[in-house]
C-alpha cells in the first residue's frame, strides 16, 4: 500500500541526491565537463568491486579531500553497451527502495533494473514513470565523515531538474504521491501549455511540462550551474560540444543553454549572468 500521509515519510525521501552519466569515453567525457564546469574527476574505489564492472568516476568540486559530490560517471556496462546514447541520469532518495519499486508499479510505471545493493554505498533500482521517464531510486548508506553540500546555486552544483512528460498533469500526479512533490507554481508557456514548478521539503527543485514535439520520448534532464553562460558556451564549442538551444533567459533571470557533450550526452547549463 502506498505511503501517503507526510508523517510516514522520512525528510529525504523524494529529494534529487546525485547525477550519473553513462557514456562511451570517460577520459575524453571528464576532460570536457572539468573545463566546462570546473569539476575535479577522481576515480573511486567501490568496496567489493570486481574486475568485470567498469571503473566509476566522481565528479566533485573544490579544493581538499573531501570535496562535494556532484555526481558520477561510468562507461556503459557490458549489459547496456550499444543498447543506449549516452546519457545522464538523476537519482531519487527513498526510505525504501523495494516499496518505492511497489509503489511505482501500483501506479503505472515501471522497474529497469531490480533493487540490487552497491556494497558501502545503499541500495538502488532505475525505475520509468507511466510516460517513461527514467530515474534511479537509492537509499543510500550515510557516509562516516560527509562533505558539506553545496548550495543549489553554487557554481558546479545541479541547479535545476526539468521532466519533459507524456503528459504534465499525469506525470505530476504520479510524482507527488511517489515523491511526496508539491506544486509551487505554474509558468504559462502558451502554445506549450503549463511549466508546473514542483518543490520537495518546501524547496523548488524543478519543473515539468508536457513534452515539446521536438524531444522524442519522455526524459528528465539536468542543468548545471556556471558563472557567465557565454563564457561557457565557449568552451562547450571549444571542447568538443555542440549547443543545441539557447541561449535563453528564463523567468527569473536565469540564463540557459542545452547542449551535447563531445560522445553526445544530453546536458544543460544555466548561470545568473550572460
Not at 545522464?88 to 519499486?101: E, N, P, R, S
Not at 510505471?109 to 545493493?117: F, L
Not at 523548488?204 to 539536468?222: A, D, N, S
Request: proline fraction near 8%.
Amino acid at each position: 500500500m502506498l505511503q501517503t500521509a507526510s508523517n510516514t515519510r522520512s525528510e529525504t525521501h523524494g529529494k534529487f541526491i546525485w547525477c550519473e552519466l553513462i557514456t562511451s569515453d570517460t577520459k575524453a567525457a571528464g576532460d570536457f565537463y572539468s573545463t566546462v564546469i570546473g569539476w575535479k574527476v577522481n576515480e573511486m574505489s567501490m568496496p567489493g568491486e570486481t574486475g568485470s564492472m567498469p571503473a566509476y568516476f566522481l565528479f566533485e568540486m573544490g579544493e581538499g579531500d573531501n570535496c562535494p559530490g556532484i555526481g558520477g560517471m561510468m562507461d556503459f556496462p557490458p549489459e547496456l553497451e550499444g543498447k543506449l546514447p549516452p546519457n545522464w541520469t538523476g537519482y531519487v532518495a527513498v526510505d525504501d527502495v523495494d516499496q518505492t519499486c511497489r509503489d511505482y508499479v501500483a501506479h503505472g510505471g515501471h522497474v529497469q533494473r531490480e533493487p540490487d545493493d552497491i556494497p558501502g554505498v545503499g541500495r538502488f533500482a532505475v525505475v520509468a514513470d507511466p510516460h517513461g521517464a527514467v530515474l534511479c531510486i537509492m537509499t543510500p548508506i550515510p557516509p562516516e565523515n560527509p562533505p558539506r553540500e553545496l548550495a543549489a546555486t553554487d557554481p558546479g552544483n545541479v541547479g535545476w531538474r526539468e521532466l519533459y512528460a507524456g503528459d504534465g498533469d499525469e506525470a505530476f500526479q504520479f510524482y507527488a504521491k511517489i515523491f511526496g512533490w508539491t506544486k509551487s507554481h505554474d509558468v504559462d508557456m502558451g502554445p506549450m501549455g503549463a511549466y508546473r514548478i514542483f518543490a520537495h521539503g518546501g524547496e523548488i527543485t524543478g519543473g515539468m511540462m508536457t513534452r515539446p514535439e521536438g524531444v522524442p520520448v519522455p526524459c528528465w534532464c539536468y542543468y548545471f550551474n556556471v558563472e557567465a553562460i557565454d563564457a561557457a558556451i565557449e568552451r562547450v564549442t571549444a571542447g568538443g560540444g555542440e549547443i543545441v538551444n539557447g541561449p535563453v533567459e528564463v523567468p527569473g533571470g536565469n540564463w540557459i543553454v542545452q547542449a551535447l557533450d563531445p560522445q553526445g550526452a544530453f546536458f544543460s547549463l544555466t548561470a545568473a549572468k550572460r
